[in-house]
DNA sequence: TTTTTACTGGACCAATCGGTCCAAAATAGC
DNA sequence: GCTATTTTGGACCGATTGGTCCAGTAAAAA
């Protein structure tokens, strides 16, 4: 999944990941089957991990709002670390395969939908606080803060200026008020 | 630029590039040097015309406003088409090889500032019109359009769901009310 | 200790990668 | 028509691609 990342599918090979789980290729061969198959495996892994450790930070959240501020607060923060540049698998994945790799496409969109999901319990549990005006749809409301968050890593990856994501950021969450 | 905009630069083999030219390797590299020499050609080609074409868009328009809400609108009309699943070039090039390629990160930020510039020069001219809130920071709002106009092309390529879309433009562009 | 299971390195595969070079052919200018 | 310039296809380069196969070895189970 690191390298996966890092490197993406295309500039991954194979010596490139047996190199990293430091195991012979025979032995990658007999337990994966293939690049492709543990491509997808590593994108499942990332949702069991990474994903799956955002949707516990909403979910464990105490206040909806505060959980919501926090995620986009720490994009910023995370600008310009040598980690951060990767960005997100995810998005990473949607941008350079999934035109081509159905598979793949599928797990992403998995992937995406349960990061929505989660914000969605977020943007709930904040308009019932009244943190976060009742009357506005929470399913746009996940949908708009997901793609804003995932326009922001992607500009935080080409551009990692900390004031003018702040910028991004104010305005973005501007529509919760 | 058509095929490094459709494939990506890993993805994208001499013979696609001598193929779609309808000429010969020896050319190629007589004309172009190497493949890594075509492709920040081809950022820059991008820029001279995808991305110049949206400039003079923006700058022509009669509307501030309605050049903006114009722009967003059609990303949601292009979605699920079949060239539009290659999203952005500049954003493609982003997300695969700007961690690795500092001519080609510094070519699209270039592209991604141009952008920004032309999007800003709509919202003063909206802002002078009335057509939006003069007391807002113009770049800041300019910052924020371009980042969500990215993550708005981003999600049509990973789910092109019109109606998901037009839930996320409205909340969007409810920041310039 | 013996047997079974797990793993290894490396030979091997055909295909492709980006890139060079050149003699021959097509095109242009005169 | 003749030269001068482009452009050509293709041979060739070493390296690498994803993938297979297997004899040998190390570790675990009997």
Redesign the pocket.
Known sequence: MQVFWSKGYKG?????LTDAM??????F???FG???ELFLAAIRRYEDTVVEGLVRFFRGAESGRAAIDAAFEKVVECAGAPDDRRGCFLVNCASEVSVHDPQAAARVREGLRRVEQAIHGAVVRGQEAGEIPGDRDAWALARYLATSLNGLRLRAKANPDRAALEDVVRITLSALE
């Not at 430091?22 to 032995?27: D, I, T, W």
């Open positions: 991954t090979s194979l010596h490139d430091g195991v012979s290729k025979s032995s061969y007999e337990a293939s690049k492709h």
